[in-house]
């Protein structure tokens, strides 16, 4: 069994790059999605830290984040839906550019601030989970299983908005009933793709903390090999975020009644759609 799934993150694995170096604009999207992100932390985040010093009351801090966290769901979600539109168009054969690509986001604009809302709201009665007045295994079992719930259940929204003229409500909706006849095997094949990667950053890791020390230690040229290493496991990131997005594309597309997609295996894609036995109350 866990040789059958290794194989098989393999072979996911070289069947979503073999999308992703079609179209060197679907590693652009991510990588100028991470940029972004940097950038509004400092900008949102440094001011909020600063606040942290004034204001010590955890509502305070509480409400801040809560209020911090739209703008990156927001940026979070028309990225993703602007990358869905250009490997969709990279497996179907069309022509897309990367503005193009952007140009689909913005023609969504309203249904992505609306998600965004939705998952900020959701993102804060999550963490008002904390305040419960149980114990605190008790609680941190229950915010466990909600933020598992909530993730599942939302795992394939953003391709629906991204692919179909649909709202939150319907994209919701198809997401939910999709993931629960996918057994969870489109969750596991992304993580496994995500293992696989992890698996050659690792080396990486390595030498750019031996280059850490040795810059240390008085020895310049390893602060400039720790600084590669930064540079290539930031590379080996954005890798990884385009290569998982693809494959849940491709398993969102299949249980859409599409069958294979692109280059991948419809054995692969099967895997991920065996019925679910019914279950029979003392074997009847």
Not at 10 to 38: K, N
Not at 73 to 81: G, I
Not at 201 to 230: D, E, H, K
Not at 252 to 262: D, K, M, N, Q, V
Request: charged share 15%.
């Amino acid at each position: 069994m866990v040789e059958g799934r290794f194989a098989r993150g393999l072979r996911l694995t070289a069947e979503s790059w073999s999308v992703v170096r079609q179209r060197p604009g679907l590693l652009v999207i991510p990588a100028v999605s991470a940029l972004v992100w940097m950038a509004g932390s400092v900008l949102l985040l440094g001011p909020w830290a600063l606040d942290i010093v004034d204001h010590h009351s955890r509502q305070r801090l509480f409400v801040d984040a809560a209020i911090e966290a739209y703008p990156a769901a927001f940026a979070s979600t028309y990225f993703n839906v602007a990358f869905y539109a250009l490997a969709a168009a990279t497996i179907d054969g069309r022509p897309m550019t990367v503005a193009q690509a952007f140009g689909h986001a913005r023609a969504r604009l309203w249904t992505i601030a609306w998600w965004a809302l939705v998952a900020t709201l959701v993102g804060v009665a999550l963490r008002a989970l904390e305040q419960l007045p149980v114990g605190g295994w008790l609680r941190q079992g229950v915010e466990w299983v909600a933020e598992a719930a909530w993730s599942l259940a939302t795992f394939f929204v953003v391709p629906v908005l991204a692919l179909e003229d649909t709202g939150v409500r319907s994209a919701l909706r198809r997401s939910a009933s999709t993931i629960r006849r996918t057994w969870g095997e489109s969750v596991t094949g992304a993580i496994t793709i995500g293992g696989v990667l992890g698996l050659i950053a690792l080396p990486i890791l390595g030498v750019g903390a031996a280059g850490f020390v040795a810059g240390r230690s008085g020895y310049a040229a390893g602060y400039v090999l720790a600084g590669l290493c930064v540079v290539l496991g930031a590379a080996a990131l954005v890798v990884e975020t385009a290569m998982g997005q693809v494959f849940r594309l491709a398993v969102y597309r299949y249980a859409s009644g599409e069958g294979a997609t692109g280059p991948f295996a419809k054995a692969d894609l099967e895997s991920a759609f065996k019925p679910r036995p019914r279950r029979r109350f003392l074997g009847f």
